[in-house]
């Protein structure tokens, strides 16, 4: 009798498991390896959906010096050395570029990465405006795919559509 009990809480168990992943709730992550135009890392962004939004926690090296601008693009393919291939910022609502912008901003908008003079750089932020569940318009595992990139020069967080933030520097397809 007990074992018969223990078994049908197993299965249970099992069938709640199934059904929350294919959901696609809490515990959904996703990674990006950012490479130079040499192709070599600078960096790893790690993805994780939390209650209050999908968590992004950027680690990088290697960089130039000075705040970076930093976004999800909506292509998720990083060809060097100018990395165009990544399209433009994730934007699944149509929205205009920045995060101080009154018509903004892009999903993709994040705060400008903060590269220290030996070059190193953390960003540690929680965006509820994309999220790694799957069939939704602002999934990060879309169709398309999307990717993670580093630009030249500072992000303005105003100008449409990139903010002034010059050409691309890393790029890391998420996964
Ligand atoms: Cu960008
Ligand atoms: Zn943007």
Known sequence: MMMRLL???AAVLLIAGCSGAARGGPGLQGQAVL????????????????PDGVRIAV?????????????IHAVGKCEPPE???????????????????????HAGDLPNLE????????????TKAVTLKSRVPNSLFGA??????????????????????????????IS
Do not use: W, Y
């Not at 003079?117 to 929680?126: E, N």
């Not at 999307?146 to 630009?151: G, N, R």
């Open 7 to 9: 078994h049908a809480a």
């Open 35 to 50: 490479r130079d135009k040499a192709g070599q890392q600078v960096g790893l962004a790690t993805f994780t959906e939390q």
């Open 59 to 71: 680690s990088a090296t290697g960089l130039p010096p000075g705040p970076k601008g930093i976004h």
């Open 83 to 105: 990395f165009t291939s990544a399209g433009n910022h994730f934007n699944p609502t149509g929205k205009k570029h920045g995060r101080l912008n009154p018509e903004g901003a």
């Open 115 to 126: 590269v220290t003079p030996a070059g190193t750089a953390r960003l540690d932020v929680t």
């Open 144 to 173: 398309d795919g999307t990717s993670l990139v580093v630009h030249a020069q500072a992000d303005d967080e105003m100008t449409d559509p990139t903010g002034n933030s010059g050409g691309r520097i890393a790029c890391g397809v």
